[in-house]
């Protein structure tokens, strides 16, 4: 039987009391947490998907998906945040697994400290990876210059590079997608306007790119638009939706914990017995258990098949979806009858189960959305819509 893999060998028991002590200030103050990212960078945590070969730790998808759901436990705007810059590690993985070394600039920055955020996101744009409203202007040396607007973009005080895709028009091969880094200059401006429900702390701003330049040596793919079997494409959806599915099932773990934990210290005026003892309150927790036990073994073997290159053809990206759209749903109602299990007292701002309310509500935007999901689900077992 194979070791149980220990978590608290990168995020020990006090560095994350830390980490949740913190979560609730930086929640009210509509604050980034720098402190945290201080204490994550130190312990090797931006390194934990670099090989060590780079410097990094080494671990795999799975391993660095466990660590996340443990780290969301305890402050989901900072997992989430941190998220960010693992999809790009993680697809810098996934890339040199494959033999392909495009992307291993980001494994030696990782490895050095270095912060990689995701600016993919615009708004109004489903066709996210596959299509762009950022243009992308050729500039004579194989490099770009990108105009156009990002929204969420987690990370937006502390980046150091920003990956981003936009179209190309003006080549003579146009249409392509291009998908670049760009490192932070006066031509990048993030708008000081995350004031948001939930997920505060992520600090994920909107980000006008103002010819903003990406030398040829950071382009890393050109593209026709649409769907692509490219490694790249892959590796962006395998890595995000995994990982976001990982700090939504480490927020329904901490809200299934705080309703054990309530369950166990209410007790009944009308009985005088344990909220635990209660009928009601226990269907409740089992349903809670029932839903959260499904996703961690889930998130596990998907993880796995992607660090094992497991081909799974074209079932890939309706998998991916639905492991993400089933983590974020279940999150969403466990924390759900968490707040009943609470009682009125979760009502409170100041509580965690309130903020884990409002947290776990970020989950339904981020791609692949409940639409995408379930059509990129309906096509991998019907087939397209007939013309």
């Known amino acids: 039987m194979a070791p ?22 930086h929640d009210r103050e509509n604050t980034f947490p720098n402190d945290d990212l201080d204490d994550l960078r130190a312990a090797g945590y931006l390194g934990i998907l670099v090989p060590t070969a780079f410097g990094g730790a080494g671990l795999t998808l799975a391993r660095a998906a466990e660590l996340q759901q443990r780290l969301a436990g305890a402050a989901p705007a900072t997992a989430l945040a941190i998220n960010m810059h693992l999809v790009w590690t993680g697809v810098a993985k996934v890339l040199h697994d494959r033999g392909l070394d495009d992307l291993d600039f980001v494994l030696r920055g990782a490895a050095a400290g270095e912060v990689f955020a995701f600016g993919i996101s615009e708004a109004g744009n489903d066709l996210v990876l596959f299509g762009s409203d950022t243009a992308a202007t050729p500039d004579g040396d194989g490099g770009y210059r990108f105009t156009g607007t990002k929204i969420f973009t987690s990370l937006s005080p502390v980046w150091d590079h920003l990956g981003v895709h936009g179209l190309d028009t003006t080549s003579p091969d146009a249409p392509k997608m291009v998908f670049a880094f760009l490192d932070r200059s006066d031509d990048i401006v993030a708008r000081d306007d995350w004031d948001t429900l939930g997920m505060r702390g992520t600090q994920s701003r ?42 939504y099932t480490g927020i329904a773990r901490r809200a299934l914990d705080l309703a054990v934990d309530a369950a166990k210290s209410r007790r009944s005026k009308k009985t005088g017995a344990s909220y635990a003892a209660d009928p009601d309150i226990r269907w409740r927790i089992a349903d809670m258990a029932l839903a959260y036990d499904a996703l ?63 947290d776990v509500l970020a989950g339904q935007f981020h791609p692949s959305d409940p639409e995408s999901a379930h059509s990129a689900v309906a096509g991998a077992w019907l087939g397209p819509v007939d013309a």
Not at 4 to 25: C, I, K, S
Request: without cysteine.
């Open 296 to 358: 961690p073994p889930q998130i596990a073997a998907l993880s796995a098949d992607v660090d094992g290159q497991v081909d799974h053809g074209g079932r890939w990206f309706s998998l991916l979806a639905g492991l993400k759209h089933r983590a974020v749903t279940a999150a969403k109602a466990i924390v759900d009858e968490a707040t009943l299990v609470g009682g009125g007292s979760s009502y409170f701002a100041h509580t965690e189960l309130s903020r884990l309310y409002r």
């Open 206 to 247: 909107t980000t006008e790119l103002r010819g903003a330049h990406a030398p040829a040596t950071r382009v890393v793919r050109r593209l026709d638009p649409g769907p692509q079997p490219d490694p790249l494409v892959f590796g962006i959806f395998a890595v995000f939706e995994i990982l976001l599915a990982s700090v």
């Open 4 to 25: 149980v893999f220990d978590t608290a060998r990168f995020l020990p028991d006090d560095l994350l009391a830390r980490l949740r002590e913190r979560a609730p200030v």
